[in-house]
């Protein structure tokens, strides 16, 4: 149960640390204990928090996926490259 950088850090693509720090803190306060926290609030804390980490992951992956750009084999190789199944489905929404 961490937060900021000791919890985790995604390149500065977008500047995303901040709101990963905002999150975690309010996921904290939602669940302030009385009597310390337990193991069930932490991996809970822990579980949710993976999941903020992995939508930011999709963002950032979006950014190279969605490119028009082909003119170079770095971008046609990000255009082309296969993404989790998460973001897949957010761009079929999308
Ligand atoms: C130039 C720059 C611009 C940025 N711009 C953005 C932005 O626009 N948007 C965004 O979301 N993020 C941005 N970030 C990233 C964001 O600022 C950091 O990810 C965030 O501040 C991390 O917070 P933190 O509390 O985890 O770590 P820190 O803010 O680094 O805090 C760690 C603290 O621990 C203290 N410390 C270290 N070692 C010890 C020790 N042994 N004992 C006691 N204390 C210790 C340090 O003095 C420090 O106060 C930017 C970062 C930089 C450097």
Redesign the pocket.
């Known amino acids: 149960m961490t937060?900021?950088?000791?919890?985790g850090?995604l390149e500065?693509l977008e500047?995303?640390?901040?709101?990963l720090?905002q999150v975690g803190i309010s996921k904290i306060l939602t669940m302030f204990p009385r009597d310390g926290f337990n193991e069930r609030m932490i991996k809970r804390y822990n579980d949710e928090m993976y999941l903020e980490y992995e939508g930011v992951k999709d963002f950032l992956i979006a950014h190279y996926k969605v490119t028009e750009r082909e003119d170079t084999d770095f971008w046609r190789y990000v255009k082309n490259m296969s993404i989790p199944e998460s973001l897949e489905e957010k761009l079929e929404i999308f």
């Open positions: 937060l900021g950088l000791a919890n850090f500065p500047s995303t640390s901040i709101h720090v």
